[in-house]
């Protein structure tokens, strides 16, 4: 599967992600919930997309289903061209492990583990070297300003600097698509921005494409793209002058 991803990749330049009509229904009958109802969405490498709507839109249903944790009950997912409905579980397992990286709202540290070793982790799971782990693990920490603290335990960082080991986590594995649900759902407004700056930074320095969702209209201003779901469907889809990208360095 890695193979015949890459082969596309670099053929046609397919969309990253693609919907095409895609929905998803939960329950039946009088209990049916319609999701998602016939949504079509395109993303492409390089983009960060701010991912909006109020609860019950859709927008997390949206995320699991690119991140393979959810599948539609009907329409197609692309993943840069391969139809992800026809891949079996444990193929959809090897995309989720090699393209993907998760960046959640409780940052899902192992407490009395050290930074180092919680971003280690997925590169444990994808069978890599110690040396190629302890290697990339510390460009990660590095690129997150996180160097100096990489033999701290969770429990020895502030809130904010656990989120940046979730971060450094998820890129160590290099992903295609980094996806960030409610990243500074925990931080005060101060360790907020500094995060979103950090993925503007990854953004645009590093060249990873960022899937965010969000309920907070400023942390989605970072984004150069804003998608807003209501009631299963996209209501607005607009690129946007994000901010922290004129800052001198």
């Known amino acids: 599967?890695?193979?015949s991803m890459a082969e596309r990749a670099t053929s046609a330049e397919p969309p990253l992600v693609e919907?095409?009509?895609?929905?998803?229904i939960y329950g039946a009958g009088e209990s049916e919930v319609r999701a998602l109802?016939?949504?079509d969405l395109t993303i492409r490498d390089g983009e960060f997309v701010a991912v909006m709507g109020p609860s019950g839109s859709g927008k997390s249903t949206c995320m699991n289903i690119v991140g393979c944790l959810d599948t539609p009950s009907s329409g197609h997912y692309f993943f840069r061209g391969v139809d992800v409905g026809e891949l079996s579980r444990d193929q959809r397992a090897l995309l989720r492990r090699n393209y993907l990286g998760f960046v959640f709202q409780g940052f899902?540290?192992?407490k009395r583990t050290t930074a180092l070793e919680n971003v280690e982790l997925p590169l444990i799971y994808r069978g890599l070297p110690r040396a190629e782990r302890h290697r990339?693990?510390?460009?990660?920490?590095d690129a997150v300003g996180l160097a100096d603290r990489a033999g701290h335990t969770s429990a020895e960082l502030?809130?904010?600097q656990q989120q940046r080991v979730a971060i450094a986590r998820a890129i160590a594995s290099e992903p295609a698509v980094l996806l960030a649900d409610e990243p500074t759902g925990n931080l005060d407004t101060q360790r907020s921005a500094e995060i979103m700056e950090l993925l503007v930074d990854l953004n645009r320095d590093q060249k990873i494409t960022i899937v965010m969702v969000t309920h907070e209209a400023e942390m989605a201003a970072f984004a150069d793209r804003a998608v807003i779901f209501r009631d299963g469907l996209i209501a607005s889809d607009k690129a946007q002058s994000p901010r922290g990208?004129?800052?001198v360095y």
């Open 19 to 24: 919907f095409r009509n895609l929905r998803k």
């Open 245 to 247: 990208r004129a800052r």
């Open 37 to 39: 109802a016939g949504v």
């Open 108 to 110: 899902n540290l192992l």
């Open 1 to 3: 599967m890695a193979s």
């Open 136 to 141: 990339r693990a510390r460009a990660a920490l």
């Open 158 to 160: 502030s809130g904010g």
